[in-house]
């Protein structure tokens, strides 16, 4: 059975830092793109870091240069280092493996776990 388990999130000022981390099970991580989405409460959720089997990564324009993703094939995690944190990045954070099809990324299942409340605020 597939599962991914978001932990990491928090309170935190603006400027400031946090690392969240993902736990995978159930055959669903070596070979796999993997990526880290975000859901603020009113709108859809997005894809914001995704990282491929050989550690190629990519970030949303807003992201760039502030958040960084990562994964252990070992562990079968996938962090996300996200620093200078701003308001707009309060979410709720979740993982998910993700396919490539027409060109665009997709979630490969509904595989949501319950995901990590992240809050930027002074």
């Known amino acids: 059975q597939v599962q991914f388990v978001e932990s990491g999130g928090g309170l935190v000022q603006p400027g400031g830092s946090l690392r969240l981390s993902c736990a995978a099970s159930?055959?669903?991580?070596?070979?796999?793109?993997l990526g880290w989405y975000r859901q603020a409460p009113g709108n859809q959720r997005e894809l914001v870091a995704t990282i491929t089997s050989d550690g190629s990564t990519n970030y949303t324009d807003s992201v760039k240069g502030r958040f960084t993703i990562s994964r252990d094939n070992a562990k079968t995690t996938v962090n996300l280092q996200m620093n200078s944190l701003k308001p707009e990045d309060t979410a709720v954070y979740y993982c998910?493996?993700?396919?490539?099809?027409?060109?665009?990324?997709?979630?490969?299942?509904?595989?949501w776990g319950q995901g990590t409340q992240v809050t930027v605020s002074s």
């Open positions: 159930g055959n669903i991580f070596s070979g796999y793109r």
């Open positions: 998910n493996a993700v396919v490539r099809r027409s060109g665009n990324l997709y979630p490969i299942g509904d595989y």
